[in-house]
């Protein structure tokens, strides 16, 4: 039975949400056949039952007599008999994971291309574009909760395996910026869809690949480390500190770029969606939602103790506040790892907001600030994680608080000159926000990571907050 199969598959893959709780049944919700043959291709909405919840999957389930040693890794089970409507039968099948069969995923790109709808599920292209449909692709391996299909150099579909109700902020905003012909986002080619609880839901996006490409984390960790490799007698003499501006890899320049860029893209999402303010009342009852935040936290944290003096004056400088604060679509979840340097500019990635949160929350509209605060708090860590595990991280503190200082000034006066504007008043705001953050990471840290707590924990010790 299909079923069981899944039920004992599914559990052990990466993007499962329900780790370390037992499976109490699978029930396939659809199935649709978008291609009938051997081998074949099936597209299942999978409900999973754990502790009398309820969460979907996506599973693109491939189906062959005989799978050759490629696939092997990404075999389900033993299934069968099954016949296609006027496809093969065969008595067993061989039930897998089709994203990893590159002489099926094609498919997705063909189906975009022409519109297609396969039962349930519907595949859709911007107008305007075309989509090669000739590309094999292969699997990107480091993400945790979606699968990506890389098509040559060309595409990038994201498939969106645990599903909620609802189409992805993701396609809401990239599809909207792409119609005012904005900068700084990847070309969307296309997406697939179904219908979940009557709610039209996005299964998938397609978009241009960036494959001449560096990662913003990836380029700030390079800095760091030729910073911290640097000695005083490289540039100075031994009696001389040494400084982020004289390291060969200083990163400030990008951390301005992108400071301008990103205040481009705030541009273009107030100008493609709805805008609004927050009126007074509200800004108070957002600083009592931090104060109450920062409570569950110190109760789980007792390290954040000592600093709760320092962050409820930053929130207090919130209450204090006489003016209104403009609100608008946000990115929602930015830091160096959600951008790209490209040859020629920064490009931003990923709109769909904390996936962990519901759709309503991630559509929201928010304070600009919110994503100014992010990317500040990615500075940090990408100063500071490289110290967790060396035995000279004391000596290096110094460097990575510079380092820290020196990109955030250039990413905060990068957004001023691509427009963003940063009051006095704003800056109380932007700090609130600054401390928020770093109490979320606190307890991720001690949850998750707890050698890595001292990084969100060093935010509550800088001086000028």
Known sequence: MLEELLAAWIGRQRWFGGKGRPIDRVSIDSDAT???GDPGLRHLVVSVWQDGTRDRYQVLLGLRSELPDRLKHALIGMYGPYSFDDGPSHDEWCAYDA????????????CMGRDCDWETVRFRHLPGVEIDTSLRSIVLGAEQSNTSLVYGDAYICKLFRRLVPGVNPELEVITALAERNAPHIAQPYGWVETDLDGTPTTLAITQEFLSNSNDGWDLALASVRDLYAMTPDDA?????PVRAADAGGDFAGESFRLGAATARVHHELAAAFPTDVIEIPEVKRMAEGFRRRLARAVSEVPDLREHVGTIEAVYHRVEELTSEVPVQRVHGDYHLGQVMRTNTDWVVLDFEGEPGQPLAER??????????AGMLRSF??????????????????PRAEEWAARNRSAFLDGYAEGGGTISPADSALLKAFEMAKAVYEVVYEARNRPAWVGIPLAAFRRTGL
Do not use: K, N, Q
């Open 34 to 36: 978008i291609e009938a």
């Open 99 to 110: 994203v990893h069969d590159h002489e099926l995923t094609p498919w997705l790109l063909e």
């Open 236 to 240: 100075y003499g031994e009696s001389a």
């Open 363 to 372: 559509r929201a509209l928010s304070s600009p600030l919110r994503d100014v």
């Open 380 to 397: 940090d860590y990408a100063a500071r994680h490289l110290l967790t595990d060396r035995p000279d991280a004391a000596e290096l503190e």
